[in-house]
């Protein structure tokens, strides 16, 4: 199942029409999320920098944005929400994280609203499928094709 989700998403890695299921969806993001993560550690362990967390980030946020995108349109919502939510989760993470004072006890927060920039959408993409074809195309299968 995780091959045929990555395979839908890397042949679909631009496409904004149509339906993706959550099967799909939550697949790639978690792989995503796993090359971001290994990326970072070797960023911070061996090149100290962010190198190759920004690399891999720029080459799957077309990816990651057009399976969002599609997951909300599986949903029944329109998928320009889903770029509209992370803009807005990150800009309030920015404003707090560059527009208050370093200290200690600011530091959970900005932490939970950079966190909150990711679990927002992802909530989201929880909802259940619309039964059917909706406006967006026909109902994925619960496989990946």
Known sequence: ?????MNACICKFATFRGRASR??????????YAFVTIAYW???????????TLAVGLVLACPVLAVFW????????YGWIAPSVFLASYLAAFAYWHF????LYSLPF?????????????????????????KYGPQPNEVPQ
């Open 1 to 5: 199942m995780f091959h045929q989700a």
């Open 23 to 32: 099967p799909e969806f939550f697949w790639f993001v978690g792989a995503f």
């Open 42 to 52: 070797f960023d911070a362990y061996v090149l100290r920098g962010l190198l190759t």
């Open 70 to 77: 599609r997951r909300f349109q599986d949903a029944g919502l």
């Open 100 to 103: 208050t004072p370093d200290d």
């Open 110 to 134: 900005q932490r939970t609203l950079e966190n909150a920039s990711w679990l927002i959408p992802v909530l989201i993409a929880l909802l259940p499928s619309q039964p059917g074809p909706n």
